[in-house]
Each structure stands twice: as C-alpha cells, then as structure tokens.
C-alpha cells in the first residue's frame, strides 16, 4: 500500500501493484531440457491426425507446417513460423493462444485450472498457401512467470495453434512450452 501525503489535506493510502523481477529464476529447466528442445520443434498438421471422430468427416483436407520454440527466456519473444501448405476449405483466422496451467496437490487429488491469457491473431482471411507467417509473441509480464514445478504446486505454460474455417470448424495443436528468466 503506497501512503501519498498532500500539504494541507489527509493522507490517502491506496494499494499499488508491484512487479518484482528475480533473475535467473528456473535456469535448472533450461539446463536439464533436451536438446531438441533447445532448437526450434518443427511441427506438421494434417487431416489424418484429427481425433474428434464425430467432425472427422466434415473436417477439410489441410496441411500446416511450421517451428516454434518450446524452451524460451521469458523476457525474449516467443518465435517461429507457420504456412499453411494445402487447404481443401478457406480459413478465416489462424490464432495463437498462449496459456497458464496452474496445478496443486489437494486432499481430493490435483486441482488444475488453465487461463487464457493472451490472444493474437496471426492471419485473418484465406491465407496464402506456402507463405510462411512469421511468429513473434511478447510474454505479458503481468500473468507470466517462469515455469514452476514443485512437489505440490506446478505452473506451465501452453501455447495453441487454432485455425478456423469458413464453416466456424477449429483445428486446435497444442505447444507445450518451458520458461525461464536468464540471469543476466
């Protein structure tokens, strides 16, 4: 709470948020992950690896590929690339995602919540097949954190690649990311 005091008058005391940066917080992940995950994942979505069988059969005929980094720095851009390769059907948006996942040990099992917290579109109309869109996402400070894993507390981060079609059909692909605050 932050007390402002003026010359002839009381003081008013109003609660301020403050944003408390601690360096090299979960380093031990970026240097425990694997290598691959290091470098950028490449990635390729297609028709086949649709799992809701009751869409399955209006589903378009598509081919995404792409590479978007899973190990980041926290006060780096997320980066990467996408292109849409072959689409049977227009799409009208291609959106990133990005989300917390808050996990805790409680008495009754794992209590887990995931949060939106941001949004972006990164294509909007029928996008051009083979052009690679690229990917650049500033983590808001506010509501991320570097990962945190604990006996009994997690804090992950996921990032999704939803593409939508004509028809209001969604194809969802989850990213599962680590993040770190390097040291210096």
Not at 5 to 21: C, D, E, G, R, Y
Request: aromatic fraction near 8%; include cysteine; charge should be negative.
């Amino acid at each position: 709470t932050a007390t402002i005091q003026f010359t002839f008058s009381k003081a008013i005391s109003t609660p301020q948020p403050i944003l408390v940066i601690c360096r090299g917080q979960s380093l031990y992940l970026k240097e425990h992950a694997h290598e691959e995950d290091k470098e950028l994942h490449d990635f390729a979505l297609t028709d086949s690896v649709i799992l809701n069988s009751t869409r399955k059969a209006s589903a378009p005929s598509f081919k995404i590929m792409g590479a978007i980094s899973l190990l980041n720095d926290i006060d780096v851009p997320l980066s990467g690339w996408v292109s849409i390769d072959k689409c049977s059907k227009p799409i009208t948006s291609l959106e990133l995602q990005f989300i917390r996942v808050e996990s805790a040990a409680v008495k009754e099992g794992i209590a887990k919540e995931a949060t939106e917290i941001q949004n972006i579109q990164i294509g909007e109309g029928d996008i051009t097949r083979g052009v690679r869109i690229p990917i650049y996402m500033f983590f808001p400070r506010w509501f991320t954190c570097p990962t945190i894993r604990s006996i009994h507390l997690r804090v992950d981060f996921e990032c999704n690649l939803v593409a939508t079609f004509e028809d209001h059909t969604q194809i969802t692909h989850n990213f599962p990311l680590l993040l770190y605050r390097a040291s210096s």
